[in-house]
């Protein structure tokens, strides 16, 4: 069955970076985007960025770009984001998900909770 | 890149039904049938439950139902149970490549 198996949880001081996966199974991993999106404890849903997963092309949400990194491994179906320069506000969980061709998520990765504190 | 607009919560008992809004504006919504709705169990990951406004996922009960009008979409559940208490998102394209999310509605099964 298509899966999404994320990256244990993690914790940072604050002004570090952190990068997390985001492995596939169960369908072509080129032939869909991932979209990465994270929900502060009690708070909503925020888009982060996406990736075409066949060429490499990325977008970020203008709230963190300059910030975070999505890439992908094609050989190990494998997605990654990474976030720099952490604030304590950043404590959140960060989910990837699969793009259908029009734009919805799914599946959803299990969801991988980062912990900034000093 | 505003959060599309949803009320915090809709209560309802069970058997009933209710129906969350979700508001946007004519980048988003009101340009695009891309509109994708997810529901959120506490601890557990998004589900999607309907997706190009009013298709259903296979495997997805038909008391979800999703529609559209201008600049907002509208999920309904009815024949309300008590496994549908959970939080509920809207998703949608927002032009240029852009993803955006509702704020979230917590459904509770009186």
């Known amino acids: 069955q298509v899966q999404l198996v994320q990256s244990g949880a993690e914790v940072r001081e604050p002004g570090a970076s952190v990068k997390l996966s985001c492995k596939a199974s169960g369908y072509t991993f080129t032939t869909h985007a991932m979209q990465w999106v994270r929900q502060v404890p009690g708070q909503s849903l925020e888009w982060m960025g996406w990736?075409?997963?066949?060429?490499?092309?990325?977008n970020y949400s203008d709230k963190f770009k300059g910030r975070v990194t999505i890439a992908r491994d094609t050989a190990a179906s494998t997605g990654y984001m990474e976030l720099r320069y952490l604030r304590t506000e950043d404590t959140a969980v960060y989910y990837c998900a699969r793009e259908g061709g029009t734009y919805w998520c799914d599946p959803w990765g299990q969801g991988t909770l980062v912990t900034v504190s000093s | 890149q505003s959060a599309l607009t949803q009320p915090a919560s809709v209560s309802g008992s069970p058997g009933q039904s209710i129906t969350i809004s979700c508001s946007g504006t004519?980048?988003?919504?009101?340009?695009?049938?891309?509109v994708s709705w997810y529901q959120q169990h506490p601890g557990k990951a998004p589900k999607l439950i309907i997706y190009?406004?009013?298709e259903r996922p296979s495997g997805v009960s038909h008391r979800f139902s999703g529609s559209k009008s201008g600049n907002t979409a509208s999920l309904t559940i009815s024949g309300l149970q008590a496994e549908d208490e959970a939080d509920y998102y809207c998703g949608s394209y927002g032009g240029g490549r852009i993803r955006v999310f509702g704020t979230g509605t917590k459904v509770t099964v009186l």
């Open positions: 990736i075409n997963t066949g060429n490499g092309d990325t």
């Open positions: 190009e406004v009013s």
């Open positions: 004519s980048n988003d919504i009101g340009n695009y049938n891309l």
